[in-house]
């Protein structure tokens, strides 16, 4: 049987199962799926579903989202959430423009940091594809989302 591409999934589950001290047979038993069925998970012959994932999430007492991630269920949902965190910094209506600019800028660099770039689903202040550096160095934007002149925000 070829092993199915689910990413480091298995070795990971293993992994956790080993940290919790937990036979094959035990961590099967607590999530409620066979013991063969896990098995064929940990080496990579099973693909689970989100619900089987969440029982092993629960078990193990770690987050399900990280199961779900390394599954490669959640990667199509990582570009929404990017959009919907811009979404709702940029609607605060407690921050200003540049608070919200700089916020941004630090999201992007954590983002950047992990291993995610500007444009898989990145948007400016404006609500556009790609990062705030698109726009050259020392470009802001005011709370309206228009260009702010770089010489009232420097100071």
């Known amino acids: 049987m070829a092993s199915l591409n689910v990413g480091n999934l298995g070795e990971y589950l293993r992994e956790q199962r080993r940290n919790a001290q937990l036979s094959l047979r035990q961590l099967a038993d607590a999530a409620g799926v066979s013991n063969p069925y896990l098995s064929q998970i940990e080496r990579g012959l099973r693909k689970p579903s989100a619900e089987v994932l969440q029982q092993v999430a629960k078990a193990l007492r770690i987050s399900a989202e ?3 991630v390394r599954a490669g ?3 199509a949902e990582r570009d929404r959430d990017e959009v919907e965190t811009r979404a709702v910094i940029l609607a605060d209506p407690a921050l200003n423009g540049q608070q919200k ?3 941004l800028q630090i999201y992007e660099s954590f983002r950047k940091e992990n ?3 500007a444009g898989d ?3 400016d202040a404006r609500g556009q594809e790609g990062d705030a550096s698109s726009r ?3 470009s802001a934007r005011t709370a309206d989302g228009s260009d702010a002149d770089p010489q009232q925000t420097a100071g």
């Open 73 to 75: 269920i959640l990667d």
């Open 101 to 103: 600019q700089v916020l």
């Open 136 to 138: 050259g160095p020392g």
């Open 66 to 68: 990280t199961l779900y």
């Open 115 to 117: 291993g995610f770039t």
């Open 121 to 123: 689903g990145a948007v």
